[in-house]
């Protein structure tokens, strides 16, 4: 598969992020275009990371068709020939969507990230780790590192333009969005990483936290959006490598943040843009991480 930065298709371009890039099908339909990008602190590399792109679009459609019954999703298809169909001034350039392009429905997006916590681990240790709160709001004394939090916890976020997205109280999101809303959503979160938690355990993987995005559809319907508890969105562990106040290794870009992280110790890196060259090495072995997910969740290997 030839790695691809940025896509240049001849649709109309509603936005690029940090790895997406996203067309307009119609008035009702949406390209999302998983790109090889990748960033870490905010700041996107240089180098692409192969089938990073891909991971991301066909594991976040095997979770949509397993999600089917417990919510609504934006998903419609990650067919190539189905999305030339929808816009067939796309057939030139078929090849290109194979593995990465996804159609979907055009909602209009909630502007919170909802974050289910099964574990302690990440930003919101670090915040109880100092305080004992998260998002300002206190946990129970004496937890340690990558403990297990039962029930899990509903950690809402503030969707970032710029920087780091902030952990945000549920009545501060209820402030926001309406009571109605946020309850649905949470209702809506945690169900769906129930569902993600059961079938990672199965396959000896241990979902220890996620983030979703939603959107209301022309109904007024909260509809799951965006990608769904794959490696850029979602912390997954070893059931055979976790244990209470260690830090089990995760299926995600750790490679590469450990590799910055030792830059950034050095001296050779400010954290800013623009970021150090990535060693080959560094790559392969973030890709490898991506594939190795996908394998063990999906139980085959990825070939687009």
């Known amino acids: 598969m030839n790695l691809l930065t940025q896509s240049d298709l001849p649709l109309d371009l509603v936005g690029r992020g940090k790895v997406r890039d996203i067309y307009a099908v119609g008035a009702d339909r949406l390209l999302l275009i998983a790109t090889d990008r990748v960033s870490a602190f905010d700041v996107v590399m240089a180098e692409p990371v192969p089938m990073k792109g891909a991971v991301l679009t066909q594991l ?26 929808a816009a067939p001034v796309l057939a030139p350039r078929r090849a290109s969507l194979v593995g990465r392009a996804m159609l979907c429905r055009r909602v209009e997006v909630i502007p919170v990230e909802c974050v289910v916590r099964g574990y302690l681990s990440g930003s919101a240790w670090k915040e109880y780790a100092a305080t004992g709160t998260l998002a300002g709001e206190p946990l129970p004394a004496g937890l340690r590192r990558s403990e297990r939090l039962d029930p899990p916890v509903f950690s809402p976020a503030t969707k970032a333009e710029t920087g780091h997205d902030e952990n945000i109280s549920i009545a501060r999101m209820a402030a926001a969005i309406g009571a109605d809303p946020a309850a649905e959503l949470e209702a809506l979160s945690r169900a769906v990483y129930e569902a993600g938690r059961a079938l990672a355990a199965e396959r000896g993987l241990i979902l220890a936290d996620t983030k979703f995005e939603f959107g209301r559809d022309a109904k007024g319907r909260m509809v799951l959006i965006d990608e769904v508890m794959t490696p850029d969105s979602s912390r997954y562990w070893p059931a055979g490598g976790w244990s209470v106040g260690g830090t089990p290794p995760s299926f995600d870009k750790q490679p590469l943040r450990d590799y910055l992280d030792a830059e950034r110790a050095a001296g050779r890196w400010n954290g800013e843009a623009p970021p150090p060259a990535l060693p080959d090495a560094v790559v392969q072995a973030t890709s490898e991480r991506y594939l190795d997910l996908y394998r063990r969740m999906t139980g085959e290997d990825l070939t687009v």
């Open 60 to 85: 976040s459609a095997w979770w949509f068709r397993r999600l089917d019954g417990i919510v609504r999703h934006h998903m419609l298809s990650v067919d190539p020939d189905e999305i030339v169909a």
